[in-house]
């Protein structure tokens, strides 16, 4: 394959193949642009695991939109406008909810003390292992090897005999489902804990 620009001929067939569901294309495309993406992503968020998290959802999004690929255009471009627009949409969430939020972590420093942060902490990564727990079967498995025993996605590509690709999806999907039965439980101090709990897992794992 050349090393060109984004018009190779050969890279302009393997547009097609990913526009058309090819994995393997994908997963080039992923291993030649992932990191250059969280870099551009983590220069607006500053946040190591929130730049992480927004770059496997661009390239969600670019699987789940694969069929506006254009091949006669570079990729890159394509992905700088998906992180772009995802990075907005972060922003604009986190404004609405950054009053609420300052209004709670207020009202929660006022009334817990330290002893009582650990207890509710321990219950909140006790939640996070029942998150965990309620995951698809395949998804679960997929999370437990590669963030709890580290391994890469090429190792566990290889054990379970799935693509890179189809391994980062279920991590993305995983996250957003463990965040979501964490906010949905109705547990005050979870919804001010959850974020930093989860950076603090991630950093774990």
Known sequence: ??????????????????????????????????????????????????ADELMQDVFVRLWDKRHLIDPEKPL????????????????????????????????????????????ILKETQELLNRAVEHLPAQQRLVFRLCKLEGKTYEQVSRELGISTATINTHIVRATKSIKEFMFNYNHVAVHVLVASAIADLARKL
Do not use: C, W
Request: glycine share 4%; proline share 1%.
């Open 76 to 119: 890159k471009s394509y992905l700088f406008l998906i992180a772009q627009n995802l990075v907005y949409d972060f922003y604009r969430k986190l404004g609405r909810e950054e009053r609420l939020q300052s209004e709670v972590m207020k009202q929660f420093s006022e009334t817990y003390l330290h002893s009582e942060e650990e207890v």
């Open 1 to 50: 394959m050349n090393a060109g620009g984004p018009y190779d001929h050969d890279e302009q067939l393997l547009l097609i193949q990913l526009r058309n569901g090819n994995e393997r294309a994908f997963t080039y495309f992923y291993e030649r642009h992932s990191l250059i993406i969280y870099r551009k992503i983590k220069k607006m968020v500053k946040v190591d695991v929130l």
